[in-house]
């Protein structure tokens, strides 16, 4: 079963940029839409983004829409959140996880591997 791994967290500045990557460990993401989500202090996990198999489309919360871009590379096996204007709030850390097959929503019970996290934080 495909685990995912996040990779690229860190500290950065309001208004910085941060780019976070997952990439598929003992399989392929190539059959599977691919989702980032985030968890902050005291906060449930939420949605952040998600990828169609293909790259062909994609989805985001709207409190990151404009500011956040996900894309992938099969090629590569691995999924990216280029993550700009950051804020403060945007503090936690992030998941990435790849979807059940035919699934196409952006509840947690729509993604069957999850990776262990990634913080990032954005300091004021």
């Known amino acids: 079963q495909v685990q995912p791994v996040e990779s690229g967290g860190g500290l950065v500045q309001a208004g910085g940029s941060l780019r976070l990557s997952c990439t598929a460990s003992g399989g392929t993401f190539d059959y599977n839409a691919v989702g980032w989500f985030r968890q902050a202090p005291g906060k449930e996990r939420e949605f952040v983004a998600r990828?169609?198999?293909?790259?062909?489309?994609?989805r985001y919360a709207d409190s990151v829409k404009g500011r956040f871009t996900i894309s992938r590379d099969n090629a590569k096996n691995t999924v990216y959140l280029q993550m700009d204007a950051l804020k403060p709030e945007d503090t936690a850390v992030y998941y990435c996880?790849?979807?059940?097959?035919?699934?196409?929503?952006?509840?947690?019970?729509?993604?069957?591997?999850w990776g262990q996290g990634t913080q990032v934080t954005v300091s004021s």
């Open positions: 990828i169609s198999r293909t790259g062909g489309s994609a």
């Open positions: 996880a790849a979807a059940w097959e035919f699934r196409t929503g952006i509840q947690e019970a729509d993604f069957r591997s």
